[in-house]
């Protein structure tokens, strides 16, 4: 038998495949049709193999697929979760989908009732492949031990190729503890070469353009482009803006990142250039400027792959393909020619950083009663470390972080993306005090958004996993109230109890945590829970009334 063979029940070959793929941990919660998954885990453990694979148990199922996709995100390895048949597979439906819409690498196997009893009525029998198939890039049933191997392997590099995603594999319980012999892969994704002559157009346009824009998406980081950004970047002085795991590639303060000014940038601009992020509702829809009779900006679009051009978007060029060679070849070209000169553009865009940081600094510095939002962020932004990791779980709230938190590394932003699902920082923040055990790891809530999985908290006890949550406590789903009572007049659903001690929960949970009304008393909270080594939440009461101001409700 060969050095890549492997022998054992289907639980082994599956948890052997994950290994050569660099998978160290197994988020799961307990159910028998996937047990010989945890055999398997045991088995490789007790033989002292490097790295081992940590089992990772959660009380709902939700969350061990978030913080599968998490893993993914944070690592671009893909993240694994482990879900029981039926219900257990159903509960991950809303990661499952998430990772589609923001390309986060991740596998689920599912339990499946036995194949030998089918039609029968066993326990949770449920055909689950045709309900995840439209929100996965693949779900299959592996029916036999025998195509257990080969199987997981290709779920694993399907899962980080481009572009990224999850997939989904389950197999009866019956072909789940028999045994079989496969081989593990080689634990690589596939990646696209850009197209030449695309990426020669694209840097005609840059070099013809006079006032361009470039935007970077969550994809740069899951391509590993960051290095190629960051010195496209700074070797051409674009102005640049950067959303969802985009953002950190240009660190916070950096002369050439204008999020501030994100407005008068993408409204002024001739040329706005996309990487590695969809023209979706984020984007205006790939439409920039062409207010008031004004030309809009014409628009490229660069992607990790073809299909994830943009179909709608009326689009000057386009280019497709690994990421880094696209921005290494654009810079190329352009440096072949004539360096542009944007010069009055970036000082004219820096002018606008400066005079929204000098506004931003009243709210950030609020004394109001109750709570401004913003005060929490100008508390909280001066205590966040280089390494940190944020994660946004929340509507209004975490709406103002986008504004206020400008990272200073790439990797250490998660939000749900264009999904907006809630519920998903639990996971996230397991999964991101595994994968960076020395960093600083901050938890945004919203008091609505920690409905869904705090009970987790629970979680991050049990296995010594210290996250400091914040949250914003506006006794409300604001997100929704303040719509509602524009178009109505008035809100209904909206409202939830006054000022929840949520922090009491956490503590019955064995955390720590404490409530603050007094803006005064934000910052030292801080300083306990950053100091405080168990999970802590400071509960913040804020202003239901203080909502963010923004452009677009997402449709």
Request: hydrophobic fraction near 45%; glycine fraction near 12%; proline fraction near 6%.
């Amino acid at each position: 038998m060969s050095e890549s063979e492997i022998t054992g029940h289907s639980g082994e070959l599956a948890v052997h495949v994950a290994r050569a793929h660099g998978v160290e941990t197994m988020f799961t919660l307990s159910g028998a049709h996937v047990f010989p998954m945890y055999d398997g885990a045991v088995r490789i453990n007790k033989d002292g193999q490097d790295p081992q694979m940590r089992l990772l148990d959660v009380r709902h199922e939700q969350t061990a697929a978030f913080a599968a996709e998490a893993t993914g995100k944070l690592t671009r390895v893909p993240g694994l979760a482990v879900l029981t048949a039926g219900p257990g597979v159903t509960n991950g439906i809303s990661a499952i989908a998430q990772a589609q819409f923001a390309g986060s690498p991740m596998v689920v196997v599912g339990g499946r009732a036995p194949q030998n009893r089918w039609g029968s009525g066993s326990l949770q029998e449920l055909d689950q492949p045709p309900i995840i198939a439209p929100v996965a890039k693949s779900a299959k049933t592996l029916m036999t031990a025998a195509e257990v191997a080969s199987g997981m392997d290709e779920a694993f590099t399907l899962a980080r190729s481009s572009h990224r995603g999850p997939v989904f594999v389950d197999v009866p319980m019956d072909e789940f503890f028999n045994s079989s012999t496969g081989s593990a892969g080689s634990g690589e994704g596939v990646r696209i070469e850009p197209d030449a002559d695309a990426v020669e157009a694209v840097a005609r346009l840059l070099a013809e353009a006079t006032r361009p824009v470039l935007v970077l998406g969550t994809d740069v980081w899951a391509d590993h482009a960051e290095t190629a950004a960051l010195r496209f970047v700074e070797d051409l002085g674009i102005p640049t803006l950067t959303n969802g795991m985009g953002r950190g590639v240009i660190p916070g303060g950096h002369r050439s990142l204008v999020t501030k000014a994100r407005g008068a940038a993408l409204s002024g601009a001739d040329l706005v250039v996309v990487v590695g992020t969809p023209l979706d509702f984020r984007l205006g829809y790939g439409v920039f400027g062409g207010k008031d009779g004004a030309t809009p900006a014409r628009v490229v679009h660069v992607a990790d792959s073809p299909g994830q051009v943009s179909g709608h978007a009326e689009l000057a060029a386009s280019v497709s393909g690994d990421l880094t060679a696209v921005l290494d070849g654009l810079q190329t070209a352009i440096e072949r020619g004539s360096k542009p000169d944007w010069t009055a553009w970036a000082d004219q865009l820096a002018d606008q950083v400066r005079a929204a940081a000098e506004r931003d600094a009243q709210l950030l510095t609020a004394e109001a009663d109750p709570i401004h939002p913003a005060r929490i962020y100008g508390e909280l932004v001066p205590r966040l470390a280089d390494d940190s990791v944020v994660i946004g779980d929340g509507g209004d709230f975490v709406s103002f972080a986008g504004k206020y938190v400008e990272p200073k590394r790439p990797g250490g932003w998660l939000d749900p993306g264009p999904y907006g699902c809630l519920g998903a920082g639990l996971g996230a923040a397991i999964a991101a005090r595994i994968a960076r055990p020395g960093a600083q790891v901050t938890l945004l809530l919203g008091d609505g958004a920690a409905g869904f999985s705090l009970m987790d908290v629970d979680t991050l006890v049990r296995h010594e996993l210290p996250v400091v949550m914040v949250m914003g406590n506006n006794s409300a789903w604001g997100l929704e109230k303040g719509p509602m009572q524009m178009l109505y007049g008035y809100d209904v659903a909206a409202d939830l109890a006054q000022r929840t001690p949520y922090d009491e929960v956490v503590k019955a949970l064995g955390g720590a945590g404490e409530t603050v009304t007094d803006p005064k008393q934000i910052g030292p909270a801080l300083d306990r829970a950053y100091a405080a080594g168990v999970p802590y939440l400071v509960n913040v009461i804020t202003d239901v009334e203080a909502a963010y101001p923004r452009n677009t409700f997402g449709i």
